[in-house]
């Protein structure tokens, strides 16, 4: 388009300066398509010609002088229907705070939930390259049991894998750390060297951990959390250098990691040192106490890596069957890792949350619907002064979506004090295992879509009264009460509810009768008044199994002889803290390399089947003459004597465990739940901790009040044979099981969702009145001329509420449907009940039925007292 | 049937322009001797309102012809009524036959 002449292309210059010039006028929207469309036309001779006239030009400063008032003036207009609305809203307080109220909760209660959507599955993981994180475990036999590594296991992996850039280890004991013949348990985290630089860390003072600290030889060297430097060591930008005295030995602090930092699995960790394995741990393929992860290579995906580590697996079962045949490996996504099972139970929640939304915008959208039909005398003055179907829609839609704004904003508040109360009813012990609880807040992103989601709904909502004024024929002043609300719509709107409501109440009912069978599960021993605490042996001074011998001896002895006691015993494990030591058990008539059944093992004292309340079968429990000096026995449970004996007694018969270890069974044992209280008990081996000693030490305490009065006492006990020792994780067993996983998963949304049921059926009764009361309104003229002529109570009754019934119970049908339907979502976290259960459905019929009729009591009788004098005259 | 805008004389022949193929505003300019004072805005309600929309030319057509693209105009199915009322009201548009 090269003009043919330099005059040619000066003038296109002059045009295209005075276009520029007057396109100021034109809002800056829109000025670019002006300025396009306009240039085009003056320029549109061909050739390079041009159609110029100051004519035209001219008429290129009316359209744009035009276009900017037409803008202005809509600009001006919403400024004016913003002030009318709140003016309106002053006059009648009421209804602009109710529908604000009714909005805070509903859009706040979709914004909390959709804060725990984003810290679950949205927010990134807080490292680099979160998504190329994975986590490692081993699976045994059937598949389904996931456990840890050995250190040897750890080294073949890394050695091996071409699909990972790199493997880390780590273990986090607790060690007690000394200061000033002052001790406390610290929560440390044993890593490999490469642990940090994997995850993309630095510290903020002093160094990483680098290869060479994880000899033997290596000085003792550690890093410290950001939290404890700043409370334990005040903070001291010097510390690097300082020493700190774990378990007895001296450890250098090389470096202090950044505030932000949080490995998710380890949420207490405090100090973090090199994972230096003993020649034990890096030699037994068998003993598997740490865990892995790792970051893919660039290029490969975790299908992929998959895949590898099933050929690895397969390479180790067949170099070193005893330790490794019939493990294989399994890789999980660092993300699924963290967030563990909660996906099912979060979309159901999130779900619920936003089907109240939706009820809740449907019914203000009913009530806007009434506001505006109550305004039609003065819609349709401003109709007959010269507004426009149009003007008068956007007038409409103004004010709602300024209520759907504010409700908004209010909703965000609430959701802000709705996490902090949900996140402060949880237990310190539940939100370490489910470290996301932590991230819960109200960030940018939730805020953007609680304003996002109040802005959409207003907008799609906000129609509905507002077209009613568009589409209403002969006009807006058309618009009567009888039409206003058409009877189906409103009838329609109301099923709706109806349903939704139903399957909110059934589904909350399936949690809480789940919640109600977790709670009255037997475990197998009697929960009541058990104290559980645990004890780190730590320090040289337990290295002989004889000092960790003596020490449970006259621990047990003196908290038994406590005041309100009536028995201790150790135990290295407490049964359903989740932390559990497995080994392969057999007969030694069993193939060596053959099947062996997976086994709980628990070293105890004698006391401890009298202490937990278990129940002894048949022969003999564990005693005091057995000793280190005596033939090795155990005690197994019905599960494991039934696996390895059938029928047959398993009295005075072998076992072997973990392939070299072999035991005499002198008693059997009931069965009791020792993982998780919402899975059946699995098989379990129990023995001496004279012949076994182990340094993870716990104690069971049964009392006879309640035991929280009784652990400083206990304490001095302790402290009294060791002063170097504490005890930690203490905690009634009851608060145990109420904060664990397989309750929680539970409680929280049976919680959360039986609020909204709560709301959502508050709704359906709004609604319910809303539509009767409307109906006797537009029918009053009929019902006079009926008790005008004889109609009993009774038939005008029938008359008003039939209809309603009718939608109610088509509401209850489909939310039945939909209640079986999502309740086979939630079958994971459901127990003891089935998706269809009777009860749950038969108990939410009761209360829609209930609250149907009360909703309907306030009309009715205004239709029953309807004087046919009065309502003849009035018509 | 009530028009969903005005219905003026200016109206009815840029309407009329439309049916009969001018699709650019100057080209409705010269062929309805309007001024584009008047053209302009009546094109942009009319495209408010529903009866008319707007497209670019391709740039390969208007390369062709060595100019920069237009807008071109064009009558929405739902103009047809409203063309039926605005030839019946100014009858005398619907008898021009409209510049080239």
């Known amino acids: ?875 | 049937m009530k028009p969903p805008i005005r219905m003026t004389y200016a109206t009815a022949l840029v309407l009329e322009a439309l049916e009969q193929g001018h699709a650019y505003g100057f080209d409705i300019i010269d062929a309805t001797g309007l001024r584009s004072g008047t053209v302009y805005p009546l094109l942009r309600r009319l495209e408010e309102a529903g009866l008319v929309r707007s497209r670019w030319e391709r740039v390969a057509d208007a390369r062709r012809e060595r100019r920069p693209p237009r807008k071109y105009y064009e009558l929405r199915p739902a103009a047809a009524p409203v063309l039926e009322v605005a030839r019946a009201r100014f009858p005398a548009v619907a008898a021009i036959e409209l510049a080239r």
């Not at chain 1, 040619?8 to 809002?27: F, G, K, N, T, Y």
Request: aromatic share 6%.
């Open chain 1, 1 to 875: 388009m090269m003009p043919k002449t330099t005059r040619q292309r000066d003038s296109h210059r002059v045009v295209e300066r005075l276009l520029a010039v007057i396109s100021r006028l034109v809002p800056r929207a829109l000025r670019a398509e002006w300025l396009r469309e306009w240039t085009a036309e003056f320029r549109g001779g061909g050739n390079g010609g041009m159609r110029f006239s100051s004519g035209r030009l001219t008429g290129a400063v009316e359209d744009a002088a035009r276009i900017r008032s037409r803008t202005l003036r809509r600009e001006v207009m919403i400024m004016q229907d913003i002030k009318q609305a709140l003016s309106r809203w002053r006059r009648q307080p009421l209804f602009a705070l109710v529908v604000v109220a009714i909005l805070a909760l509903g859009l706040g209660a979709n914004t909390a939930v959709f804060a725990l959507v984003d810290a679950t599955m949205i927010r990134p993981l807080p490292f680099r390259d979160g998504e190329e994180l994975v986590h490692f475990w081993q699976l045994i036999f059937d598949g389904d049991s996931l456990i840890n590594f050995s250190h040897p296991t750890f080294v073949d992996v890394g050695a091996r894998s071409r699909t990972m850039a790199g493997v880390a280890a780590y273990h986090s004991p607790s060690m007690t750390w000394t200061r000033n013949d002052e001790a406390r348990i610290v929560e440390t985290v044993r890593v490999s060297p490469n642990f940090f630089t994997l995850l993309g860390v630095e510290p903020m003072l002093g160094r990483n951990f680098r290869a060479g600290d994880d000899q033997l030889s290596a000085d003792r060297v550690v890093i410290v959390g950001h939290g404890f430097w700043s409370t334990e060591l005040g903070a001291d930008p010097d510390v690097i250098g300082g020493t700190l005295v774990l378990d007895g030995t001296p450890y250098a602090v090389v470096g202090v990691l950044p505030q932000d930092f949080v490995f998710p699995r380890e949420r207490r960790a405090e100090v973090w040192r090199p994972l230096i394995p003993s020649e034990r741990e890096a030699t037994m393929r068998g003993s598997r106490w740490m865990h892995i992860i790792g970051r893919l290579a660039e290029g490969a995906n975790i299908t992929q890596a998959q895949g590898e580590m099933d050929r690895i697996a397969t390479d180790m079962a067949r170099e070193w069957p005893e330790a490794n045949a019939g493990y294989g490996l399994r890789l999980i996504a660092m993300r699924d890792q963290v967030v563990g099972d909660t996906g099912p139970a979060v979309t159901a929640v999130y779900g619920a949350v936003l089907l109240v939304l939706m009820i809740t915008c449907a019914n203000l959208a009913h009530l806007m619907l009434a506001r505006v039909t109550g305004r039609r005398s003065e819609i349709a003055v401003r109709n007959a002064l010269g507004a426009t179907r149009g003007q008068l829609v956007r007038h409409v839609l103004v004010e709602v979506l300024l209520l759907f704004v504010i409700g908004g904003m209010a909703g965000t508040l609430f959701a802000s004090w709705l996490l902090d109360a949900v996140v402060s009813l949880i237990p310190t012990d539940a939100m370490l295992q489910a470290p996301y609880l932590g991230e819960l807040a109200v960030s940018g992103r939730v805020v953007a879509y609680g304003l996002t989601m109040a802005l959409v709904c207003g907008a799609v909502f906000g129609l509905i009264p507002a077209l009613r004024v568009a589409t209403s024929k002969g006009g807006p002043a058309s618009m009567s009460t009888r039409t206003a609300i058409p009877r189906a719509g409103a009838r329609l709107l109301v099923a709706s509810q109806v349903a939704v409501a139903v399957t909110l109440l059934a589904s909350t009912l399936l949690l809480v009768r789940s919640t109600l069978e977790l709670l009255e599960v037997d475990p197998g021993f009697d929960t009541e008044n058990l104290m559980t605490l645990r004890i780190s042996l730590s320090g040289t001074a337990y290295d002989e199994g004889a000092r960790i011998v003596a020490f449970n001896r006259e621990l047990t002895e003196r908290v038994a002889a406590l005041p309100g006691v009536t028995g201790a015993a150790a135990v290295d494990r407490i049964p359903l803290s989740g932390n559990l030591v497995t080994t392969g058990l057999a007969t030694p008539a069993m193939p060596s390399d053959g099947d062996r059944v997976r086994t709980n093992r628990h070293v105890i004292t004698p006391d401890y089947f009298d202490v937990m309340g278990m129940r002894l079968v048949t022969g003999r429990g564990l005693r005091a003459t057995d000793t280190a000096d005596s033939r090795p026995v155990t005690v197994i449970n019905e599960m494991l004597a039934s696996a390895l004996f059938g029928d047959a007694s398993p009295l005075e018969r072998a076992v072997v465990a973990g392939g070299a270890l072999t035991l005499e069974v002198v008693g059997v044992v009931a069965d009791v739940k020792v993982h998780t209280i919402d899975e059946p008990a699995s098989a379990a081996l129990y023995i001496h901790t004279a012949q076994f000693p182990s340094r993870s030490t716990g104690l069971v305490v049964r009392t006879r009040d309640d035991p929280g009065v009784l652990v400083n006492a206990v304490r001095e006990q302790v402290t009294a044979i060791d002063p170097a020792l504490d005890i930690y994780e203490v905690s009634s067993m009851r608060e145990m099981i109420d904060a664990s996983p397989a309750m929680l998963t539970r409680t929280i949304p049976a919680a959360l969702l039986s609020g909204f049921a709560a709301f959502a059926t508050l709704l359906v009764g709004l609604g319910l009145f809303a539509v009767v009361a409307h109906d006797v309104a537009a029918r009053t003229r009929e019902i006079g001329i009926r008790r005008a002529i004889g109609a009993l109570s009774a038939s005008v009754v029938r008359d008003v509420t039939a209809g309603t019934m009718a939608v109610v119970a088509l509401g209850m049908i489909v939310g039945a449907a939909a209640a079986v339907a999502s309740a086979r979502l939630l079958q994971s976290i459901l127990f003891g009940v089935g998706a269809a259960d009777p009860l749950a459905l038969a108990a939410t019929a009761a209360v829609v039925l209930v609250v149907a009729a009360l909703a309907c009591v306030v009309p009715v009788r205004r239709a029953v007292n309807v004087d046919p004098t009065e309502a003849l005259r009035t018509e």
